[in-house]
């Protein structure tokens, strides 16, 4: 009975000591977890206060604009606010906020769309852009399907992104990644973003994105038109882009420096079938502009591009190369664009104004060629003025842009030039309707006036 009871006495403290340890073991594994979740919980909360103390003061107005957001039309400053996830709207424009951008994991995001019915005066008119049908008279399309998505990874480090659904002819969609972007804002005077951006040239290439919510009119001015639309300019790129401001007091001095790449295709607008396939070299673009203090929604501004171009040129249905990269002509592409806008006090009054130089280099069959043959140069610019009033907001623009006959880069913009005139309803914080009549002059061309209605919305 001794041995008996001797030995069950051992094997109990052995079973108990074996108990201990393995509840001490999950104590320290949930002391552990606690720890781990407690440093994520003090992350949050120190993300939360950074964005706190940083949004307010923060003036950056996307991805790959300046530092200091362009004055803001009543129309779309709550919009772009939360669009961009950096900027405060001015307390002369600001409308009733929209609610929050939605919240998944972490990613906000928020969604653009439109519907658009365009009739014009003649059945030849120019190329079909978002989904309009060329040769028709009149036509219902879809235009851009915007979602903007971002995410904050540090209280300085973020990325944005930018997904576009365009419709196309027959009713096709094509995906176009707009913008995707790594931001790392280390102060004021030095925000730098990589990857793919929208261009600072001028003031309306970074100051509305695609989202036709965000402009007043239906349409993008033609010298600001997406270049895979038809506009002349080299909206979007790949590479780095640089912005902050200059300790300038009251001047408000900001500067932009960009460099990057990009492979232009440009449609041909006068319905020949064409694309032309641009071939760029690395491009730097330097922009300066002042928000003077004094003036307020006063913005006055300018910038310099400058690339390597080709002159290549596509079927866009057989998608034949009809000339060979080899043969092609190189080109010195210079771009000097100015302007000046103001929008305060229910007030939207923007002009630009832009220089585009075209000489020959190397392997050229021009290069030989007097300077007065060889050297295009095109002169552009559009004015646009509105004013709300209540819920409405009437508008005037007027466009220009004057092509030489002999461009060959440019033989299917010729001269054009004429005015729009329309209005935008808002019917509430996410509809908005707008209507818009147009008459282009076109050299060697009949005027072509068309009449377009859109519904935008957000969501």
Do not use: C, W
């Given at each position: 009975?001794?041995?008996?009871?001797?030995?069950?006495?051992?094997?109990?403290?052995?079973?108990?000591?074996?108990?201990?340890?393995?509840?001490i073991s999950q104590l320290l594994q949930q002391i552990k977890d606690l720890q781990q979740q407690a440093r994520q919980l003090q992350e949050r909360v120190e993300l939360l206060e950074a964005r706190q103390k940083t949004v307010p003061a923060s003036t950056a107005p996307g991805a790959s604009a300046p530092p200091t957001p362009p004055p803001q039309t009543s129309t779309q400053t709550s919009t772009q606010v939360q669009v961009e996830a950096t900027s405060e709207p001015s307390p002369d424009t600001a409308t009733p906020s929209l609610p929050d951008m939605h919240d998944a994991h972490g990613i906000q995001w928020r969604g653009f769309a439109e519907v658009d019915y365009k009739a014009l005066n003649q059945s030849g008119p120019e190329t079909g852009t978002y989904g309009f049908v060329p040769g028709s008279a009149a036509d219902f399309y879809t235009g851009d399907f915007d979602l903007f998505l971002t995410s904050s990874l540090t209280a300085r480090t973020r990325v944005i992104s930018e997904i576009d659904f365009e419709e196309g002819d027959a009713q096709s969609y094509k995906v176009d990644l707009r913008r995707l972007l790594l931001k790392i804002d280390l102060?004021?005077?030095?925000?730098?973003?990589?990857?793919?951006?929208?261009?600072?040239?001028?003031?309306?290439?970074w100051a509305f994105r695609s989202a036709s919510w965000l402009q007043t009119t239906a349409d993008r001015p033609l010298v600001m038109e997406y270049s895979a639309n038809g506009g002349v300019l080299p909206t979007q790129a790949v590479g780095i882009s640089v912005t902050g401001t200059v300790p300038s007091g009251k001047l408000g001095l900001n500067y932009v420096a960009e460099y990057g790449s990009s492979d232009t295709i440009r449609p041909d607008i006068n319905g020949d079938g064409l694309l032309n396939d641009e071939n760029n070299?690395?491009?730097i673009n330097v922009g300066f502009y002042l928000r003077p203090d004094y003036v307020a929604g006063l913005q006055l501004g300018g910038s310099f591009y400058?690339?390597?171009?080709?002159?290549?040129?596509?079927?866009?249905?057989?998608?034949?190369q009809l000339v060979q990269a080899t043969d092609s002509e190189r080109w010195k592409q210079s771009i000097v664009n100015g302007y000046a806008v103001y929008v305060s006090k229910g007030i939207e009054f923007l002009n630009e104004g832009f220089l585009i130089r075209h000489s020959p280099i190397q392997n050229s069959s021009l290069e030989n060629s007097s300077p007065d043959e060889s050297i295009?140069?095109?002169?552009?610019?559009?004015?646009?003025?509105?004013?709300?009033?209540?819920?409405?907001?009437?508008?005037?623009?007027?466009?220009?842009?004057?092509?030489?006959?002999?461009?060959?880069?440019?033989?299917?913009?010729?001269?054009?030039?004429?005015?729009?005139?329309?209005?935008?309803?808002d019917l509430n914080d996410y509809l908005a309707f707008k209507a818009q009549l147009d008459n282009t002059s076109r050299r060697g061309l009949p005027d072509l006036s068309g009449l377009h209605f859109q519904v935008a919305a957000t969501f």
């Open positions: 009975m001794l041995a008996s009871f001797s030995y069950s006495q051992s094997a109990t403290s052995v079973g108990s000591t074996e108990d201990d340890q393995q509840n102060n004021d005077h030095l925000r730098i973003s990589l990857g793919r951006f929208q261009t600072s040239i001028g003031y309306y290439n070299g690395n491009a400058h690339d390597h171009i080709s002159h290549l040129q596509v079927d866009a249905i057989t998608g034949v295009f140069n095109t002169s552009a610019f559009y004015s646009q003025l509105s004013k709300k009033l209540g819920r409405v907001r009437p508008f005037v623009r007027y466009q220009y842009i004057n092509a030489s006959p002999r461009n060959v880069l440019y033989d299917d913009i010729g001269l054009r030039y004429g005015p729009s005139f329309g209005a935008r309803f």
